[in-house]
């Protein structure tokens, strides 16, 4: 998303972003992104009543626009463990906190149960399902305030980043790059990536 500059518009800024879900509408390839707002409309990219949303929700004129290369913080995906996001709800006193909140494209469960594995994964490839992407991980994740808004209500909580950054240095699951593209699909084992 950009605004009438050109400039990128992301939710750091512009928490009310957050109540914008995309998602593509069928499994493969040639499947269409479809863009809900938080009042449950659904549009297409190119629809000019998104852009009114999305300008209304930011307070100024902004529209959806393709971009020739990703547009992402520090590396395409980002990982974390079913552990370590229950110790994130223990520490916040939620057993229902939202995964969604750390917007992690790939969310491991781990089978040790041990929080923050991840965090010594850096450096290590994965393949995700055999004969599927490999990805590597490059770094830890640095978290900022988007942590804070529930994904469905908006609704802040501050105790989720306030003990990311006294607990964990301010990092909370990793980085990482693609490999090797491909499709991953829910429930495929995570395997350590063969040698190339």
């Known amino acids: 998303m950009i605004d009438e500059d050109g400039g990128a518009l992301s939710a750091r800024r512009h928490s009310a972003l957050l109540g914008f879900h995309a998602r593509h509408r069928g499994g493969d390839a040639d499947a269409h992104l479809e863009i809900r707002d938080p009042a449950g409309t659904v549009f297409a990219p190119d629809d000019p009543a998104l852009s009114r949303a999305l300008s209304a929700a930011v307070g100024r004129p902004a ?19 079913t552990a370590s996001l229950a110790t994130m709800a223990e520490w916040v006193g939620d057993p229902e906190l939202d995964r969604r909140r750390f917007r992690a494209n790939v969310v491991v469960e781990a089978d040790d149960d041990e929080p923050f594995a991840e965090a010594d994964w850096i450096g290590r490839r994965f393949e995700l399902g055999p004969g599927g992407p490999v990805i590597e991980i490059v770094s830890p994740t640095e978290r900022c305030a988007v942590t804070t808004f529930d994904p469905d209500t908006l609704e802040r909580n501050t105790d989720v980043l306030a003990n990311i950054a006294s607990r964990r240095e301010n990092l909370f699951g990793v980085y990482a790059g693609v490999v090797r593209p491909g499709w991953a699909r829910v429930g495929a084992p995570v395997l350590d990536a063969p040698e190339s």
């Open 63 to 81: 529209r959806m626009a393709r971009s020739a290369g990703a547009v992402h913080d520090a590396a395409p995906l980002h990982l974390v463990t």
